[in-house]
Structures are given as structure tokens and as C-alpha cells.
């Protein structure tokens, strides 16, 4: 080893331990690069156990009052996810329980269905769903409109019965053609499994931005930055190689704890192994560091890049495409999404986590993560520039 890579060697280590104090006389670091991440990991997990949300109220206006009417309730009651809490004698009163958020839909029977049903003259079932909130809405219309269809079925087997057929003749004309459905990979439809596969990586995405551009930015505010780059013998890789080690160490322990904590301990789906998750976590932790950099590098005042690093990560989480699809947005949208590692991370998760697919299906993404560690040379004279010379103003 030649005398200049020596001299290297120990200057990133001296500004490893400078960087290590700080992390630990700090206690703000301890707790955005630790007990965040675990709370959070413990807070989604919790709050999505069971998968899908149960028993959630709804009411009914059975003005029929029929047999047919009453099993139509009981079935409905019976569904995992609708449970039938009130009964009303009109609409109104059903309407202002709803609007009073005491139940999220009802069910209106009129009165009259069933002799109209008998007598061929289709009555008119209806149901009214609270779209406002849109997981329990999306969830009880669709079992309110299964029961709807349900109910329609049995009135019309019963006047086959009635005509003369037999149950195969009766089902051969009500389903002439049987749809078998499989749900892959998910086939528990657990939004836990959806949803906290990309929302735990992406507050720990957050949370680098956020720490990256304040363990910078807090060295140009309080006027440690010239000593911060004397310690690195006035190299700025040097010094935030020195820097963002012991922040990139942490934060993929971190990482690695919500991967075993999914899928080890929570036996969430990973067909393609660990692994492979553990490689597009370690990417992101870099990529997420990177883009902290352009960050503060770029406005170079703390106040300025906190925000610009809370923006850009909140958005992530729209764009990355878990929420709503991304080949459905509008073009310029799509081209913006691939500057957001966790689309890229989201992509790796479903080809690999959730369909098993080979790496080399996901190829793209495992290159684009580690294209944004290229991003701060873009900036980095700049950034140098602001530490040497940037004075700060409250």
C-alpha cells in the first residue's frame, strides 16, 4: 500500500470517529435512525394483523320484512368483512346514520320484493356505500353486491323449481359458464402483504433523506464545516465517505430487520428468497443517501433541504406506483417516477418477493438504484463551496 492511500486511510478514519461521536452525543440520531423505524415497523405491521379490516357496520332497511328478505340479511351478516349493526324503518334515518359516520353503507330492501320477485315483475334491491372512505366502501360494496346477486339467484332458482327443473338444469341456466378465480401470490388478499412491503422501506427512505441532509446541513449551520473538511485533510469525498459510513451501516441493520421481520417472523410471501431483497434494500439505502446529498447540496441551507428531502420523500410514495398504478398516470408523471428510488425498490419487491421471478427479470431496477450514488458529483463542487464559505443567517 503506497503512502498516499495510508495517508487516506486515516484520514476516513479519523473522520469516522468524529462522525461516530456525533451519532452518539446526539440523541436526535438515535431515535430517527432507530426508534423511528422501529415504531413504525411495529405501528403498520399492528395495525394491518389482520390483513383486511373486519366486522366493519353497516345497516339495513328491510321494509319487506319476507323470508327471502330476512336470509338476504342473515347471509350478509355472515360476510367476514360486513357486520349488520342497526336495522331502520326508512331511508332517511339510514342516510343520517351514515352521514353521522355510525355505519359505513346499509342495505334497502322495499317493501314488496319478494311476491314482485315471485311473480316475475324484478323488484329493485338497493345499497349505498360511504365512498369517503375508500377501503371500507370498496369492501362493502362489493359484498353488498354479491349478496345482491345472490338474492337475485335463489328467487330465480326457486321459480325453475317451481317450473319443473332439477338443480343441474336450474344452475346450468343461472351460471351456464363457471368462473374459477385464483388470486397469485397473495391468495389471503392481506393488504398488510400490499402495503407494508412498501411502506416500511419507504420511511426508512425518509428517514435517510431527513438524516443525510441534517447531519450535513447542521454542520454548515453551526459552523463546524471547515473543521469537518481540516479533519479530512480538505477532501470532500473523503469527508463525506467518512460521514455517511456509519449512517449507511446503521441504516441497513435496519433494513435488514423489517426484511426478517416480514418475512421470517410474519411469514409474509418471498418467493425468490431473501436475498435478493436484502441486495435491493442495501441499493436503496445508498440511492436514498445519495439523493439526501443532492439535496443539501443543491440549497445548501438546512431550513431549505429538510423540507425539499420531507417533499420528495412524501411524494415517493404516491409515484412509486403500490397506491395507484403507475402505467395509468399521465406520461411526463411516468418518466418523473423513475427518479424516486423507491419505484425501483417496488418493482424489485414484486418480481421477486411476490412472483419469484429470476433476478434478471429485474435487472433494471438493481442498475437504476445504484446510477443515483452518481447524482452527488453532479453537485459536489458546490457543496464543497457552501462548507468553505457559506455563512449562515438565522
Not at 452518539?24 to 426508534?35: A, G, W
Not at 315471485?118 to 349505498?128: A, D, E, H, L, W
Not at 345482491?148 to 317451481?162: H, I, M, N, Q
Not at 418523473?336 to 425501483?344: C, E, G, S, V, W
Amino acid at each position: 500500500m503506497s503512502l498516499n492511500s495510508i495517508k487516506k486511510t486515516c484520514l476516513l478514519k479519523r473522520v469516522i470517529v468524529r462522525e461516530c461521536r456525533q451519532l452518539v452525543s446526539r440523541p436526535l440520531y438515535l431515535f430517527c435512525m432507530i426508534i423511528a423505524p422501529l415504531f413504525c415497523y411495529i405501528l403498520f405491521t399492528t395495525l394491518m394483523w389482520n390483513g383486511l379490516p373486519t366486522d366493519l357496520p353497516v345497516g339495513v332497511v328491510d321494509q319487506d320484512d319476507s323470508a327471502s328478505s330476512r336470509m338476504a340479511i342473515r347471509n350478509l351478516d355472515a360476510f367476514q368483512q360486513t357486520k349488520v349493526v342497526a336495522r331502520f324503518q326508512d331511508f332517511a334515518a339510514a342516510r343520517t346514520a351514515m352521514q353521522r359516520g355510525e355505519i359505513y353503507g346499509f342495505f334497502y330492501i322495499p317493501e314488496g320484493t319478494e311476491e314482485e320477485a315471485i311473480n316475475g315483475m324484478q323488484p329493485r334491491v338497493s345499497f349505498y356505500t360511504n365512498n369517503t372512505y375508500l377501503i371500507a366502501g370498496s369492501l362493502l360494496f362489493r359484498d353488498m353486491k354479491t349478496m345482491s346477486e345472490l338474492v337475485s339467484g335463489a328467487v330465480a332458482r326457486e321459480t325453475l323449481y317451481a317450473k319443473g327443473f332439477n338443480e343441474r338444469q336450474a344452475m346450468a341456466i343461472l351460471q351456464p359458464i363457471i368462473i374459477d378465480t385464483h388470486a397469485l401470490n397473495n391468495p389471503w388478499l392481506n393488504y398488510s402483504v400490499y402495503l407494508c412491503n412498501t411502506l416500511l422501506p419507504g420511511i426508512l427512505m425518509l428517514l435517510i433523506f431527513m438524516v443525510t441532509v441534517y447531519s450535513i446541513g447542521s454542520e454548515i449551520k453551526n459552523g463546524t464545516a471547515q473543521e469537518w473538511l481540516s479533519e479530512s485533510g480538505d477532501s470532500i469525498y473523503i469527508a463525506m465517505a467518512g460521514k455517511l459510513l456509519p449512517q449507511t451501516l446503521i441504516f441497513f441493520l435496519m433494513s435488514i430487520s423489517y426484511n426478517v421481520y416480514l418475512y421470517a417472523f410474519l411469514d409474509f410471501p418471498c418467493n425468490s428468497g431473501i436475498m435478493p431483497m436484502l441486495m435491493a434494500s442495501f441499493l436503496m439505502v445508498l440511492a436514498s443517501q445519495a439523493c439526501g446529498i443532492v439535496m443539501i447540496g443543491t440549497l445548501t441551507t438546512l431550513r431549505l433541504g429538510l423540507s425539499f428531502a420531507s417533499l420528495w420523500g412524501v411524494i415517493s410514495f404516491s409515484i412509486s406506483g403500490f397506491t395507484f398504478p403507475v402505467m395509468a398516470m399521465h406520461p411526463t408523471l411516468q418518466a418523473l417516477a423513475n427518479l424516486f428510488p423507491l419505484r425501483h425498490y417496488f418493482l424489485i419487491y414484486v418480481d421477486q418477493a411476490l412472483n419469484g421471478y429470476d433476478m434478471a427479470y429485474s435487472w433494471k431496477s438493481y442498475v437504476a438504484l445504484p446510477l443515483f450514488v452518481f447524482l452527488p458529483f453532479l453537485i459536489i463542487n458546490k457543496l464543497k463551496k457552501a462548507l468553505q464559505t457559506y455563512q449562515y443567517i438565522p
